[in-house]
């Protein structure tokens, strides 16, 4: 049986415009040129099949829309840097090049992969240098034909002194690979062999570290025979006068490669490479990179990195002065292909009138999720989800288009975590259809919105990073997502000012407030997040590289920097399943005067026993009250969860020690509190603790016990008159 997939894909730039704003699409076509159909749609509803509303847009005539001929545009993903100073690399007759390296992706057994640890090299010339690792992983040095090798495979994840010493007049070149000691024992010795070679370097080039030159193609560079693993500083010299000394430990939060020899042959990195991770020489007596930069001095380059995939603009629209402010898409269609979702923000116009309820788009969970490959992955996926798999369109074209990039819940092709991810390519699973999740679930409180009259802005995480407060001022209430995850330290404290000066806020979801992430000045476009310390997470960050490289701010959960979500939004993360969700029930709290409002009109005890997000309201992803990590006394937690299987799990952070009975059977830790309570400033905070919230709020008709208390909450939110302190 085969799967259609897409045939035409694209991005947009920027992802969140005004009215009157240009924006352009980079759109690409896959398997050969082809002609496609463009359309500009608000969406207002996901397709959540037959339990649910279905799939709601309202067209966007635009300029774009119509017929257009599309050709294929090329990624090169693979992370290197470059010396863009070919005179300095083209008279060399006696020169040595030397690194330390720590390769993590050496060959069990031989296979076609190259990888460049820095050189000239050409592919497309057949010309230049190349210090490199072979088939096998040994060390070598290629210059014409066929390179020349140790014979002796290095070590995956062990730190090497390896050197090429070239002596053109004479004929020779003497490698050498030296296994650096460090705590783990080894059998490794030194290897050092000199073996005549008959050739020239040919033209000069430019000089790469971390890949080779394959082609030039469409006017843009292709590069080949990446390198994984970290190398630290390293220099050419030409007998014993240095040519260029790479010191990575400088321009850390930047693009830039500093050289330090006299020659000043600056480069920059491309596909932004890891950077603040540990070098060579890291002992363990320091954890932050900016207090031992000689204990830093590598660079983590993967063959998989991507930053910015460099698409040509293809259709540019500007935004209509009368458009609404929502989530819109570029629908794009080929062939009788699936449609492709190219998904951007039209926020309210810049100093024009504004709606009193603003919806914060997700848009850096989003992007943290972006072209996730998980269910691709060998594993136990089974046990995790607790069902059987179900793979979709994205799935198999990420699977035929690796060069798409990843999510930061993948691991790169050496087994390490993804920390960068960037808007700048195809994002094949944020969009209307397909799983319920994050933006396709968060469709269905714009469509309770929409069903409801109630008039809303569409405003974005990165806005909200960009402007902090600034951003916010003037709407009465706030309403997340259902799964606002990763947020940035001015995101955190834009939300704080704002209760601080009498907002309200809505957190419709679970999960939220939970990573930490930055976005990095010198990449716009693109969001650093590293999985420190603790946490329920796909991966593990490496021993000392827990802050970040962009910002040098501590990475991981906010709850251990002392912002746990409870400080927030009055609960935390607790539990995850998914399988099936459950329902909340109502406490004694909710009959107190304080939550009276919540509850008009709402006469049962069990609430949200119903829902498109796997049956219920309470489900996913759960957060419950916890005073000891912020939640205000005061706050009233009107209803808890109750009934979760054993696939909901209490997650990593709650547990100091594994026991049995850590699941929703047996603990009644597992659970989602809903939650209100009034800040001093004046406003006040709602939340639903469950992903799955959301999912209930269309069943019957919007006329249901989630869906009410909600619009009653929502109402008060949106009446002036100040939350008095209990």
């Known amino acids: 049986m085969s799967v259609a997939m897409p045939r035409v894909i694209g991005y947009a730039d920027p992802l969140s415009v005004a009215p009157g704003e240009p924006i352009r699409f980079m759109v690409g076509t896959l398997d050969g040129p082809r002609r496609y159909r463009a359309e500009v749609v608000r969406l207002v509803c996901g397709d959540t099949g037959p339990g649910g509303p279905g799939l709601k847009t309202v067209r966007l005539p635009t300029s774009i829309e119509g017929e257009h001929d599309g050709t294929p545009q090329l990624i ?67 210059i014409g034909a066929a390179p020349v090798s140790t014979g002796t495979p290095l070590t995956a994840r062990r730190w090497y002194h390896v050197a090429a010493s070239i002596d053109l007049a004479a004929g020779t070149v003497t490698l050498r690979q ?63 006068h240095p040519i260029g000394l790479w010191d990575f430990a400088a321009d850390v ?23 603040a991770v540990t070098g060579h020489n890291w002992d363990g007596s320091e954890m932050d990179w900016r207090r031992a930069p000689h204990q830093y001095g590598a660079i983590h380059f993967h063959d998989d990195d991507l930053y910015d995939a460099g698409w040509r603009p293809t259709l540019t629209m500007t935004v209509p002065t009368d458009a609404r ?52 992955r060998p594993g136990p996926a089974e046990l995790f989800i607790g069902a ?88 009465s209430v706030v309403l997340t997502g259902c799964h606002p995850e990763y ?77 746990a979500p409870n400080t927030l939004v009055g609960v935390g993360f607790v539990a995850q399943g998914f399988d099936r969700s459950s329902y909340y029930r109502r406490t004694a709290a909710s009959r107190d005067p304080r939550a009276r409002f919540i509850f008009d009109g709402v006469q049962d005890e069990v609430l949200g026993d119903f829902g498109v997000a796997w049956g219920g309201a309470a489900g996913l992803e759960l957060d419950a009250f916890n005073p000891a990590l912020g939640s205000p006394p005061w706050a009233l937690v009107v209803a808890s969860s109750e009934d979760h299987s054993n696939a909901f799990q209490l997650v990593n952070e709650e547990i100091n020690v594994s026991f049995a009975g850590a699941d929703g059977r047996f603990s009644p830790a597992v659970r989602a509190d809903m939650v209100f309570y009034e800040h001093p400033g004046g406003g006040a905070v709602f939340s639903t603790g469950s992903i799955a919230y959301v999912g209930s709020l269309a069943h019957k008709g919007y006329d249901n016990n989630i869906s009410r208390l909600t619009l009653n909450v929502l109402r008060r939110f949106l009446d002036p008159a100040p939350f008095a302190m209990p």
């Open 76 to 142: 090169d993903a693979g992370s290197y840097a470059i010396v863009e100073h070919p005179e300095a690399f083209g008279a060399l007759g006696r020169f040595t090049l030397q690194a330390f390296i720590q390769p993590t992706l050496v060959p069990v057994r031989p296979s076609p992969r190259r990888q460049v640890v820095m050189g000239t090299w050409a592919e497309d010339r057949g010309s230049g240098f190349a210090l490199m690792l072979d088939e096998t992983g040994a060390l070598a040095f290629l």
């Open 178 to 240: 030296t296994p650096l000691a460090d705590h783990a024992p080894s059998l490794e010795q030194p290897v050092a062999i000199t073996t005549a070679i008959r050739a020239a370097p040919g033209p000069a080039g430019d000089f790469f570290i971390g890949a080779a030159r394959k082609a030039v193609e469409d006017g843009r560079l292709r590069t080949t025979w990446h390198f994984n693993g970290k190398i630290d500083r390293p220099s050419l010299l030409a007998g014993e």
């Open 253 to 275: 939060a930047t693009d830039r490669v500093t050289d330090r020899s006299p020659n000043h042959l600056h480069g920059r990195t491309v596909n932004a490479p890891k950077r």
């Open 325 to 376: 402010s929502g989530v819109y898409a570029l629908r794009l269609e080929a062939d009788g292909g699936p449609e492709f979702w190219v998904v951007f923000y039209v926020r309210p116009p810049r100093g024009g009138p504004r709606a009193r309820a603003a919806f914060l788009a997700s848009t850096a969970t989003y992007l943290c999720y972006s072209n996730y490959r998980m269910r691709m």
């Open 388 to 475: 059987l798999p179900i793979v979709d369109t994205t799935d198999l074209l990420l699977m035929h288009h690796p060069e798409l990039g990843a999510s930061t819940y993948d691991t790169h092709s050496d087994g390490s975590g993804v920390c960068h991810v960037s808007r700048l390519r195809p994002i094949v699973n944020v969009r209307p259809t397909g799983r319920l999740w994050n933006l396709f679930l968060d469709l269905c409180l714009l469509d309770w919105l929409e069903a409801h009259e109630q008039r809303y802005d569409v405003i974005t995480d990165d806005d909200l990073h960009t402007e902090g407060l600034p951003l916010l001022d003037g709407y």
């Open 487 to 563: 947020v940035s330290r001015e995101m955190m404290e834009a939300l704080a000012a704002y209760l601080g000066r009498g907002g309200r806020l809505m957190y419709m979801g679970g999960n939220g407030f939970y990573w930490r992430v930055s976005y990095p000045r010198a990449h716009p476009g693109m969001i650093e997040m590293r999985r420190a310390e603790d946490g329920t997470r796909a991966w593990v960050e490496s021993v000392g590289e827990y802050y970040h490289g962009s910002t040098g701010e501590y990475g991981g959960l906010w709850r251990r920097q002392g912002r």
